[in-house]
Structure formats: structure tokens, C-alpha cells
């Protein structure tokens, strides 16, 4: 099919028209098996620069597109996709009331959050919206299943990272946490060794984060595998999520489908003092540089983090516009 739009933006216009819209439905997503080999390593680091704003760039494509294209830059959404994702963005298009973003070559329908690839489009109403609201706060009660499983196309990794594990293999590092042997997504192995730099700092006057850190017994990363129960590519599969495994759970629970083993109806309820989890310290560490924590999910995974950056920058936007 002819890409050529009807009219072509550069990432800066997008990030400088900051208006937030809508806000997508309020969701969960699934959580994760864990139970891949580990890798040999050494630490890596990658830099990512953002894009040059021009803050008089928005202004000038809402008086050249009109209120409809205007809506689709406002969506906290397509904001937050193009703020986190913009080195790697070639161009926007405009097309079928809908955005069209090029990543390396392949054209992203925004379709609603959906991201689909355009040879893809068909797979419409099989595919949820990427994005879904997440507690930036520390958790208070239980997060309830708001339906049936979530429901993610992975058409946007496989654009960025590859769809085989030779691809994604070169854009992903060996790399060190707390001693423990992983390998990521460079993009992760960087947030990741931010994280280890302020969780040590942390640990020299909080006890309970210097206990998590002895705690932790065996690290998994990369593994190519799918969601447990569901036909979804796990964010294993590309390098981009951490299960960080202590010597002991203390007898509580720590995922959902074990928990669901004998609590059949009300594995959705286990209140939060029956779960174990990491430090809130530790877990607002991680989503500062990126990361969410499987346990803030309705489907929780307590040792479960992946580098989402989308998500949280989503949720902050539509907390910022009330």
C-alpha cells in the first residue's frame, strides 16, 4: 500500500502540542510465568537523545489539519507513545482519521491504542488498546479484574525490536543486577543500572530495602516464550522484563494463577498483607526509571517488572489533565 500521506509531520511537532485527551479505559493486564534459563553477562550501557522541541510547531498544525487531527495529537495516548518513543519514530502521517506512525520502515496504525501493523489491520477486534490505566500511587486494596483477559497485539516490538530471536538478540545486552545475570534490551539494561545505582544508595539507611537486596535469590530476563493462558508474546520474549525471585515468599501469595489454583473465586481478592512484595520504595524506584510492577496488576505478579515507559508517561498525562 502507498504510504504517502496527506500530510507528513516530524516528531517534533508532535511532542510540542501538549494537550492531553482522551484517556483509554481503565484495564489490567496480564501477568507472567517465570521460568527461563539465565544468561552470561557483562554490564552495558545505551544512550537514547531525544528530539529538538520547537515550541511553535503544534500551533501551526492545528490551524493547518483541523479539530479532528488536533483531537488524535491531544490523545494522552499518542502523546505519550511519540514522547517515549520519538528517537526511534521516522515520521506521522495523517490518513483515514487515523495516525500512521513509520517506525524503521513499517507503518504503526495508532487505531485506537491498538497498534497495528498495516498488514495487520483486520486483527481490529481481536486486539486491546496498548495502553491501560496504572496506579502511580502505592497500592491501597487489591486492583479487580475489570473483564477477561487483556488482549495485546505485539505488532509495535516486533516493528522496534524484531520478531525473531536474531533480531532482537542485536538491539539487547548481557548486563548485571544486584550481582544476578540477565539480558535485556539495551534500552532496559540502562534504566535497569539506574535503578541498581538509587536501590544500593537507598539500602545504606533503609533496612527493609537492604533486606529485599540480600533477599533476592535468582534473576530471569530474556526468554521467548508467551503470557501464561493466553496467545500473547510475553515482554520476556524481548528483552524488556525482570522476575526478581527471593529465597522465600514467607508463606504468601505471589502470583495470580497460583493463588487461583485453590481460591478459585476469590483469588482477586487476597488482600495486600497476604501478598508478598518488594519495598514501595523499591517499586516507585523502578517505575521512576520506567519499569511496571506485576503487582499493581488485577492478574498480580509480584516479582514481575518490565520496562514500559509508555505506561507510566500514559498515566501521568492523564492524571496531570485531571
Known amino acids: 500500500m502507498n504510504l504517502t500521506p496527506r500530510w507528513w509531520i516530524r516528531i517534533p511537532g ?21 521460568d527461563p534459563d539465565l544468561e552470561s553477562v557483562v554490564m552495558a550501557a545505551v544512550t537514547s537523545e531525544a528530539p529538538t522541541l ?82 502511580l500511587a502505592p497500592l491501597s486494596e487489591p486492583v479487580l479484574p475489570s473483564g ?12 522496534l525490536w524484531g520478531r525473531g530471536e536474531a533480531q532482537i538478540r542485536r538491539q539487547a545486552s548481557s548486563t548485571t543486577f544486584l550481582d544476578r545475570r540477565m539480558f535485556l534490551n539495551d534500552l532496559a539494561v540502562q534504566a535497569l543500572h539506574e535503578v541498581e545505582q538509587d536501590v544500593l544508595s537507598l539500602a545504606t539507611t533503609d533496612a527493609a530495602v ?57 483469588w482477586h481478592r487476597t488482600p495486600l498483607e497476604q501478598r508478598w512484595s518488594p519495598p514501595d520504595v523499591v517499586v516507585e524506584i523502578f517505575e521512576r526509571h520506567g519499569f511496571l510492577w506485576g503487582g499493581k496488576w488485577a492478574r498480580f505478579d509480584n516479582i514481575h517488572f518490565e520496562y514500559r515507559p509508555e505506561i507510566l508517561e500514559y498515566n501521568r498525562l492523564v492524571e496531570a489533565g485531571g
Open 210 to 266: 537492604a533486606s529485599w537486596i540480600e533477599d533476592v535469590d535468582i534473576a530471569y530476563s530474556f526468554i521467548d516464550r508467551g503470557i501464561a493462558g493466553t496467545g500473547t508474546r510475553s515482554q520476556h520474549a524481548w528483552g524488556l522484563a525482570v522476575d526478581l525471585v527471593p529465597t522465600t515468599y514467607d508463606g504468601l501469595q505471589v502470583y495470580w494463577r497460583w493463588t487461583r489454583a485453590w481460591n478459585r473465586n476469590g
Open 148 to 159: 477477561g483477559p487483556v488482549r495485546f497485539c505485539p505488532d509495535v516490538q516486533e516493528a
Open 14 to 34: 508532535v511532542l510540542a502540542f501538549g494537550f492531553i485527551g482522551t484517556s483509554g479505559p481503565w484495564t489490567d493486564t496480564l501477568a507472567e510465568d517465570s
Open 54 to 135: 520547537d515550541p511553535a510547531a503544534g500551533e501551526n498544525l492545528v490551524s493547518e489539519v483541523g479539530a479532528r487531527h488536533s483531537a488524535l495529537l491531544a490523545d494522552a495516548r499518542v502523546q505519550a507513545f511519540v514522547g517515549t518513543y520519538g528517537p526511534f519514530i521516522d515520521s506521522v502521517m495523517y490518513r483515514d482519521d487515523d495516525l500512521v506512525f513509520l517506525l524503521a520502515g513499517e507503518a504503526i496504525h495508532f487505531q485506537d491504542g491498538r497498534m497495528l501493523a498495516e498488514d495487520r489491520l483486520d486483527r481490529h477486534d481481536r486486539c486491546d488498546s496498548i495502553f491501560y490505566r496504572y496506579s
